[in-house]
Nanobody, 128 residues
Framework: QVQLVESGGGLVQAGGSLRLSCAASGRMVNSYAMGWSRQAPGKEREFVAA????????YYADPVKGRFTLSRDNAKNTVYLQMNSLKAEDTAVYYC?????????????????????WGQGTQVTVSS
């Protein structure tokens, strides 16, 4: 079983930055692809980004390409979502998830929302 704990959410002005973290624990957790999704009020949950177990490949949704960067530190069992140039429409609860083992970033993105393991979410609010 894999446990995921998100942190780093908060309130930020439009144009600002935030970095979300997701700490993973469990057996073989470093063999899992990791990803993020988000859900805004009144909207369906949507895919944001995914990263392979090795960290060498990433996959992003079009609305966040060029603004968000996903990385991972397998020594710390943690993935990071660096969010820059934030917009009001990025306001949502952000969820970390794990898929695997040994899925590619793109295959994880394609499997959304049928991911194996989910965190509880962290709120990101962007004020305009």
């Amino acid at each position: 079983q894999v446990q995921l704990v998100e942190s780093g959410g908060g309130l930020v002005q439009a144009g600002g930055s935030l970095r979300l973290s997701c700490a993973a624990s469990g057996r073989m957790v470093n063999s899992y692809a990791m990803g993020w999704s988000r859900q805004a009020p009144g909207k369906e949950r949507e895919f944001v980004a995914a990263i392979s177990s090795s960290g060498t490949s990433t996959y992003y949704a079009d609305p966040v390409k060029g603004r968000f960067t996903l990385s991972r530190d397998n020594a710390k069992n943690t993935v990071y979502l660096q969010m820059n140039s934030l917009k009001a429409e990025d306001t949502a609860v952000y969820y970390c998830a794990a898929e695997g083992p040994f899925r590619t970033a793109q295959s994880m993105g394609m499997r959304f929302p049928a991911w194996d393991h989910w965190g509880q979410g962290t709120q990101v609010t962007v004020s305009s």
